[in-house]
């Protein structure tokens, strides 16, 4: 039994904790907010023993063997830090840190200390990304991998009625890019590696952050095109064109229906069946920690890097600056 603190009582959490509980080798035990109420509260909702208000002393506690952490990207590596350098597995929302400077110390700390630390991208893990991998080799050589994740924030319309919520604030290393767009390029990046280079284009808002953008990736013998936006919606899927055919994506984010189209027409189904989206990344994480491992082959700690990488790259170029860039 892998005992889990959280930390962030969100939506995000309680969606987390729906897949998990799911997993026989999962108890919650202990939560973390800022306020004891707002702790009190959630670990009633969903029978955590303990609450902490302070990141240090969960972190010491001997009723946890590891955390999810759900906090705002900008706190992503400095409570991560505290935790693996505690001797706890990390389960880390995405984007895992604020820039890849801040992904690169906390690998090193995850190393440090012997203990596992892990993007929770749930979209490589699912059953159906799985079989993409499986499959991929069908479609001949691959020229082009497309990527589309549009959809229009509910809290755009507060955003523009004057109030910047979290998600359009960068203080909190927020926008577009970092929420959704990284849902398009860490699967390129499993796939075919980093690109040789990058080119992007994004539209910047009041606040500072990114409301939406576009990314062309080269590679060697293929590029990657990505379109993501939060204050637009798209419904198009997404889609790997091989020189014998294409794998047809409905959504990049979350893959349930995966087809292949070969040139002849013909259409292959590779869907796999499918739980709660979040249940995998947790099953992944609690079976790395029971067979001694300390880094994921998929989700993997080059994979995070480069992914941060990316986005930095295209940051720059768009022009969205944290205040997290500047430490």
Known sequence: MIRFGVVGTNWITDEFLKGAKEIEDFALTAVYSRTKERADEFALKHGAKYIFTDHETMAKSN??????????????????????????????????ASNAAEAKKMVEAAKANNVLLMEALKSTLLPSFQAIQENI???????????????????????????????????????????????????????????????????????GVDGEGSILMKYEDKEAVIMFSKITNSFIP?????????????????????????RDGTIEDISQPQGHSMYYETKEFIRLIQNGERESSINSFANSVSAMEVIDEARKQIGVVFPADQK
């Open 238 to 262: 997404s889609e790997i064109q091989g020189e014998n055919g294409n794998i047809i994506i409905d959504k990049i984010h979350t893959p349930t229906d995966v087809k292949i189209q070969y």
């Open 137 to 207: 080799h069908k479609i001949g050589t691959i020229r082009r991998y497309f990527a589309s994740f549009c959809q229009y924030s509910s809290r755009y319309d507060a955003y523009k009625q004057g109030t910047i919520l979290n998600a359009f604030n960068p203080a909190f290393s927020n926008g577009a890019l970092m929420d959704i767009g990284v849902y398009c390029i860490f699967p390129a990046i499993v796939l075919f590696g980093k690109p040789l280079s990058i080119k992007a284009n994004g539209l910047i808002l009041e606040s």
């Open 63 to 96: 009723h946890i063997d590891a955390v999810y952490i759900a906090s705002p990207n900008s706190l992503h590596a400095e409570q991560a830090i505290i935790y693996l350098n505690a001797g706890k597995h990390v389960l880390c929302e995405k984007p895992i």
